[in-house]
C-alpha cells in the first residue's frame, strides 16, 4: 500500500515560481545540425567524380548528420546507417540510390515519471502480424516492418501509445518511449482502427478520435470534430451543419457535448458550418451512441467527450495556419518542470475579406430570409488551460474557453421597402478545474467543478422603427463531480461517484407591434450517484460494463422526480477475430431546444435553451438496446449492428414542425428501429469503406391525426463510399454521400387555405406525409507535409465540397406573404465550395 502526501499548493507556486525567475535564461542546448541527405549526394559526386541515381521525391525532406571521413565508401556506410536508404554500386562511377520499404527499428520503453524500465509491454504493428513483448530491461526490437506502419505500445496501467515507425531507428541507443499511468480505467482494446488514421473501436462501444494522429477524410483538410463524427453510420446532419447533428433520428439538442468535462451549450460557428472547438489541442474525442458509461448523465441521444491535451511536456510545442474562412494559433509552454500553460485563439476573416468559402456559405445561410443588402459577420474563439503536478500522486488542471459569433445584418423587401436592421450575439464562456488524485495503486480520485453560460441576444428593428423585436437565451449552469476509482483486481474496476448540477434558464420575447411581452424564468437543481463494475479477461476475448446512476432532479417549488438508469456494455469474442457486443441504456435530460418559428429570424438561429416543468416540457427519457457483431482480422473490419431507441416527453415545439401542429404544444415520443452496415479495407498506404444504415422513424402524438407519422429527421436509407490515399506525405481523400429525402408535409391540394378565420391559415395533408428528393454529395479533399526547417514542419491543403455542384433540397416549408398567398420556401444545400489551407506546427 502507497500513500502520497499531499503538499500544500501555496508551498510549491512558491517553489515553481523560484525556480523559474532562477532558470529562466538557461538557453537551450543545440544538437548537431543535420543536412539535406540530396546535397549531400551532390557534393560526394563532385568530390569523388561518381554519379548517384535516385529519385527526388523519395529522398526529399531526410536529412542526417555530415559523415565524418573523407572516404567515399565510409561516407556511404554512414548514410546508410543513418537513413532508410539502399545504396548499390553499379560500376566504378554510378551508385543507385532507393529508399526502402521497410525499416528495423528498436526502442526502449519507460514510464513517464522516473523513467523506469518497462518489461512485459506488448509492442504491435498494427494492420500486421508482427507483435512483441518488451524484454527486461524494456526494449524491443524489429526487422523489415513497413516505413508507413503505426506502433502501439500498451501494458496493464499505462495508457496506450501509438508512434510512426519513422520516429524510430535501430541505432543505439534505441529510441526511448515514455508511457503515461494511466488510474482511471482498465486499459483500452481497440477493436479496430479504421477509417482513417486517429479513428478506432473500442470494446465498450465508444468510437474515439485522436487529433495527433489524425489522417484524413473527404471534404476536410482539418480534423474538425464535429464533422468527423459524421463519418460514421447512425451520425448525420440533416442540413449539414455541425451544430445540429443528429444521432440515430435523434434532435441536436439531445446530444450531450462535454470539453474537459465541462457541457457546452454552444458547439458550432458561422451559423453551425464549422466547429468550435480548436482540433489542434483537443488529444481525444469519445462519441458514444449507445451503451454509455454510468459516469455520464444527460444526452438521450448520444455523447461526444472532448478532452484537451493533459501531459506536461518539457519543451514549447505549438502551431498556426489559416485557411479561406480562419485563422488560429495554439501552443504549450512550460513555466516549470511540473507547470505548463496552454492557449488557442482562432478569428474569422470573414468581416473584411470575402473568400469564395465565404461566399457560398453565407448564401446558404441567408437563402430563405429577405433579399440581404449588405452583412457584416465574424467569430472568434480561444481556450487556456493551466496544467499543474503538485507531485507525482496529485495534478490540477484548470481549464478556459470562449466562443463568440457576432452578425450585424441589413436587408430589404423584394419591392425596395421597409429595410429592417438586424443583429445577433452568440457568447458562450466557460471554466473548470479538476483534481487527480493516485492515494494507492489501485485507488485514484478524480474532483471536477465547473461553471457555463450561454447567451443569445437577437434584435432587429425596420427603418421605420414601427416593428422592433428583442429576444434573449441565457442559460447559467454550475456542476460539480467527484469520481472515484478502485481496482479490486487487474481485471475488474469498480468506479462511484456523485454529480450535482444546477441549471438556471431564462428567455425573454419582447415584440412592439403588436405588443407582447415573455418573460420565463426557471432552475432545475440535479443530484446524481452512480456505480459501475468493469472486467475484462486476461485473454481479453470477454468485456463486460456494467452499472447504474440514480438521479433525484427538482425544479423549485414545480416538481420533484426520482430516475434510475440502468447501463450496459458487453462484448465477447465467441471465434477468432469474431465479435458480439450487446449495448443498452435509460437516459434523460431536463434541457431542450424550442423553435417558435422555423423562420423568426433571419431563418438562421431558431432554438432556444428551456427547461424542464413536468407540465407542457416534460423531462426527456430514453430507451436504448442493440446487438452488433463485427469480423476484423488484419486489414478488414466488417460490424453489423441493429439497435432499438425509444424517446418519451418529447414536444412538438423541440421538433421543428413547419404545419398546423408546430405551435401546439403536444407531448408524445419518438421510436427508431434501425440497422447501421460497415466495412472498412485498409492498409498502411490506403483505406477504403462503404456503410449503410436504415432508420424507420415515428412520432406518436396521440392527439394529433394521424396519431403516428414519420419523424422529421428520418433519413430511411443513408449510404456512404469513400476512400483515402497516403503516398508519404502527400493525403487524398474522396468520398461520396447518399440518403433519402427526409419527410415534409405539404399543404393540402384540394382547399389549400383557410379563409374562414384571421388570420388565413394553410391547410396541410397529413404531417410528414411527403418527402424530399433523394440527397447525394461528393466530397474530396488533399494534404501535403513538408519541412520548412529542421524544426519547422508545415503542410498545405485543399478541399471541394459538393464538387458536382448538385442541388439537394434539405428542407421545404410554407408560409403566407402580405397578400394571403402561400409561399414554398426550400432550403438548399451548399454549392461547390472549395477551401485552401496552410500550417506549420513545431
Not at 422526480?561 to 471465434?575: D, G, N, Q, T, W
Not at 418559428?597 to 423531462?619: C, V
Not at 462503404?690 to 430511411?716: G, H, R
Request: proline share 3%.
Amino acid at each position: 500500500m502507497r500513500k502520497a502526501p499531499l503538499k500544500t499548493l501555496s508551498v510549491h507556486l512558491f517553489i515553481v515560481l523560484l525556480l523559474f525567475l532562477v532558470n529562466g535564461g538557461r538557453a537551450q542546448q543545440t544538437s548537431k545540425p543535420k543536412i539535406s541527405v540530396i546535397g549531400l549526394l551532390l557534393e560526394l559526386e563532385t568530390e569523388f567524380n561518381v554519379k548517384f541515381s535516385f529519385a527526388d521525391a523519395d529522398l526529399e525532406g531526410i536529412q542526417l548528420h555530415r559523415p565524418e571521413t573523407e572516404n567515399l565508401e565510409s561516407a556511404i556506410v554512414q548514410i546508410i546507417s543513418q537513413t532508410p536508404l539502399e545504396i548499390e554500386r553499379l560500376s566504378d562511377r554510378y551508385y543507385s540510390v532507393i529508399l526502402t520499404d521497410t525499416l528495423s527499428i528498436c526502442g526502449t520503453v519507460l514510464d513517464n515519471y522516473e523513467n523506469n524500465t518497462i518489461p512485459g509491454a506488448t509492442v504491435r504493428v498494427l494492420d500486421t502480424d508482427i507483435a512483441m513483448v518488451t524484454n527486461m530491461d524494456g526494449t524491443f526490437a524489429f526487422e523489415e516492418v513497413p516505413r508507413t506502419a503505426i506502433i502501439q505500445i500498451s501494458h496493464l496501467g499505462f495508457k496506450p501509445y501509438f508512434i510512426s515507425v519513422k520516429k524510430l531507428s535501430n541505432k543505439a541507443p534505441c529510441t526511448s518511449i515514455a508511457l503515461a499511468l494511466s488510474y482511471q480505467e482498465l486499459e483500452e482494446v481497440v477493436v479496430y482502427k479504421f477509417l482513417t488514421d486517429g479513428l478506432a473501436k473500442f470494446s465498450d462501444g465508444s468510437i474515439q478520435m485522436n487529433t495527433a494522429e489524425f489522417g484524413i477524410l473527404p471534404g476536410l483538410i482539418e480534423p474538425d470534430i464535429l464533422q468527423s463524427a459524421q463519418a460514421f453510420p447512425g451520425i448525420k446532419s440533416v442540413d449539414e451543419t455541425v451544430s445540429d447533428i443528429n444521432i440515430r433520428g435523434g434532435t441536436n439538442d439531445q446530444n450531450l457535448i462535454l470539453w474537459d468535462g465541462i457541457k457546452m451549450y454552444q458547439s458550432g460557428h458561422f451559423f453551425g458550418l464549422i466547429s468550435a472547438f480548436n482540433p489542434y489541442l483537443t488529444d481525444k474525442i469519445t462519441v458514444i451512441k449507445n451503451g454509455t458509461s454510468s459516469i455520464y448523465g444527460d444526452g438521450v441521444s448520444g455523447v461526444m467527450d472532448l478532452r484537451t491535451k493533459n501531459d506536461i511536456q518539457n519543451s514549447v510545442y505549438g502551431g498556426a495556419g489559416f485557411n479561406l474562412i480562419n485563422g488560429d494559433v495554439y501552443g504549450q509552454i512550460p513555466l516549470a518542470e511540473n507547470m505548463a500553460i496552454q492557449f488557442s485563439g482562432r478569428r474569422s476573416v470573414t468581416d473584411f475579406l470575402e473568400t469564395p468559402t465565404y461566399t457560398t456559405f453565407s448564401e446558404k445561410a441567408f437563402q430563405d430570409s429577405e433579399v440581404r443588402t449588405d452583412n457584416d459577420f465574424y467569430f472568434y474563439d480561444f481556450t487556456g488551460k493551466l496544467l499543474y503536478d503538485i507531485d507525482r500522486y496529485h495534478k490540477i488542471r484548470l481549464s478556459l474557453i470562449h466562443i463568440n459569433n457576432d452578425l450585424d445584418n441589413f436587408t430589404l423587401r423584394p419591392d425596395g421597402t421597409d429595410a429592417t436592421e438586424s443583429s445577433l450575439d452568440q457568447i458562450n464562456i466557460s471554466f473548470g478545474g479538476s483534481l487527480e488524485s493516485e492515494w494507492t495503486d489501485n485507488f485514484y480520485t478524480q474532483a471536477n467543478v465547473y461553471y457555463t453560460q450561454y447567451r443569445l441576444t437577437a434584435f432587429s428593428i425596420t427603418e421605420s422603427a414601427s416593428r422592433q423585436l428583442y429576444q434573449n437565451n441565457l442559460v447559467k449552469e454550475s456542476g460539480t463531480k467527484l469520481n472515484t476509482v478502485y481496482k479490486l483486481t487487474p481485471t475488474l474496476q469498480w468506479t462511484n461517484g456523485y454529480q450535482f448540477t444546477e441549471t438556471g434558464i431564462e428567455n425573454i420575447t419582447r415584440i412592439n407591434l403588436p405588443f407582447f411581452e415573455s418573460s420565463v424564468k426557471g432552475v432545475i437543481r440535479s443530484h446524481s450517484v452512480y456505480s459501475e463494475f468493469c472486467f475484462e479477461t486476461e485473454d481479453r476475448k470477454l468485456f463486460a460494463q456494467v452499472g447504474g446512476r440514480l438521479n433525484y432532479i427538482s425544479n423549485i417549488n414545480t416538481f420533484e422526480k426520482v430516475l434510475i438508469e440502468p447501463r450496459l456494455s458487453i462484448s465477447y469474442e465467441f471465434a477468432r477475430n469474431f465479435k458480439v457486443e450487446a449495448l443498452g441504456e435509460f437516459k434523460s435530460q431536463y434541457t431542450n431546444q424550442i423553435i417558435d418559428l422555423e423562420q423568426n429570424f433571419l431563418g438562421l438561429e431558431k432554438r432556444r435553451w428551456t427547461l424542464a416543468d413536468e407540465n407542457e416540457l416534460p423531462i426527456v427519457q430514453s430507451k436504448q438496446g442493440s446487438l452488433g457483431f463485427n469480423y476484423d482480422e488484419n486489414r478488414l473490419y466488417v460490424g453489423v449492428e441493429a439497435f432499438y431507441k425509444n424517446v418519451t416527453g418529447i414536444n412538438v415545439r423541440t421538433q421543428g414542425f413547419q404545419n398546423e401542429d408546430q405551435f401546439d404544444g403536444e407531448i408524445g415520443e419518438y421510436l427508431v428501429k434501425g440497422l447501421e452496415f460497415l466495412i472498412n479495407k485498409k492498409t498502411n498506404d490506403y483505406s477504403v469503406w462503404f456503410s449503410y444504415a436504415y432508420n424507420d422513424n415515428n412520432y406518436t402524438f396521440n392527439t394529433v391525426d394521424p396519431p403516428i407519422f414519420p419523424n422529421n429527421l428520418e433519413l430511411e436509407h443513408s449510404f456512404t463510399l469513400a476512400g483515402n490515399y497516403n503516398y508519404n506525405d502527400f493525403k487524398i481523400g474522396v468520398g461520396f454521400n447518399y440518403r433519402s429525402g427526409k419527410p415534409y408535409t405539404r399543404p393540402d391540394v384540394t382547399n389549400p387555405l383557410d379563409s374562414s378565420i384571421f388570420p388565413n391559415e394553410i391547410n396541410y395533408e397529413d404531417p410528414n406525409s411527403s418527402s424530399l428528393p433523394e440527397y447525394f454529395r461528393a466530397d474530396a479533399s488533399a494534404t501535403y507535409d513538408f519541412n520548412l526547417s529542421k524544426t519547422i514542419r508545415a503542410s498545405v491543403g485543399a478541399s471541394v465540397l459538393n464538387f458536382t455542384n448538385r442541388k439537394n433540397i434539405l428542407n421545404t416549408y410554407y408560409r403566407l406573404n402580405n397578400t394571403n398567398e402561400i409561399e414554398t420556401v426550400q432550403r438548399a444545400s451548399i454549392g461547390v465550395t472549395p477551401n485552401a489551407s496552410f500550417r506549420i506546427r513545431f
